[in-house]
């Protein structure tokens, strides 16, 4: 089992800045990869970035705004630079072993 809990959403206005946080428990050594998904109101739910071993990928929707990364203490982090108020959503941790794990969510919102 893995738990992952989510910390640093908030309110922003256009042009600011947020960093999220995700801290992995429990069977930590069976994860391979950690990513970031989101979900707007009415809108299925979509990857922003994952990393493992292998290295990073970033949607092209927030390539050169975002950034993922990984500490060693198993925290995951989502750099979100100049913000947009389609970046409003709820933010998901995943983290993927035998099956996917996923954190309780996030609230991001842009305000214009």
């Known amino acids: 089992q893995v738990q992952l809990v989510e910390s640093g959403g908030g309110l922003v206005q256009a042009g600011g800045s947020l960093r999220l946080s995700c801290a992995a428990s429990g069977s930590i050594y069976s994860i391979n990869v950690m990513g970031w998904y989101r979900q707007a109101p009415g809108k299925q739910r979509e990857l922003v970035a994952v990393?493992?071993?292998?290295?990073r990928s970033i949607a092209d929707s927030v390539k050169g705004r975002f950034t993922i990364s990984r500490d060693n203490a198993n925290t995951l982090y989502l750099q979100m630079n100049s913000l947009n108020t389609e970046d409003t959503a709820v933010y998901y941790c995943?983290?993927?072993?035998?099956?996917?794990?996923w954190g309780q969510g996030t609230q991001v919102t842009v305000s214009s």
């Open positions: 990393i493992n071993s292998g290295g």
């Open positions: 995943n983290a993927v072993s035998r099956r996917p794990y």
